[in-house]
Nanobody
């Protein structure tokens, strides 16, 4: 079975750091797209960072320079190092993975636009999320 399990969330003061980890089972992450999203209740889901199967990385403008996505192929984990956290970073953070060709209509994500805008593919698997609260 495929599972994506996020960990590392918690409460931190502004200016602090957290490291999120997504442990993946059921497929290899090294050669597929992986991403981190975040969602605040009542707001549209935001793509925080995405890593392509070729290792290309993108960040949202809101986290650029503060967050770093990385992967450990031996452990099959995807991490998100978050530094200089701000109250506006408070959200439920989701890990998503495995590039799957097809319509966004088939995206199994948590809704509110999570996974939208990727063109003719979507993330085939999602974790349940980990809460990050910055005060």
């Amino acid at each position: 079975d495929v599972q994506l399990v996020e960990s590392g969330g918690g409460s931190v003061q502004a200016g602090g750091s957290l490291r999120l980890s997504c442990t993946v089972s059921g497929f290899e992450i090294y050669n597929t797209e992986m991403g981190w999203y975040r969602q605040v209740p009542g707001k549209e889901c935001e793509l925080v960072s995405i890593k392509s199967g070729r290792g290309e990385i993108r960040y949202s403008d809101s986290v650029k320079g503060r967050f770093t996505i990385s992967q450990d192929n031996a452990k099959n984990t995807l991490d998100l190092q978050m530094n200089d956290l701000k109250p506006e970073d408070t959200a439920l953070y989701y890990c998503a993975g495995l590039k799957t060709w097809g319509s966004y209509d088939n995206n199994p994500g948590p809704g509110n636009g999570c996974g939208a805008g990727l063109g003719n593919w979507y993330f085939g698997y999602w974790g349940h999320g980990t809460q990050v609260t910055v005060s």
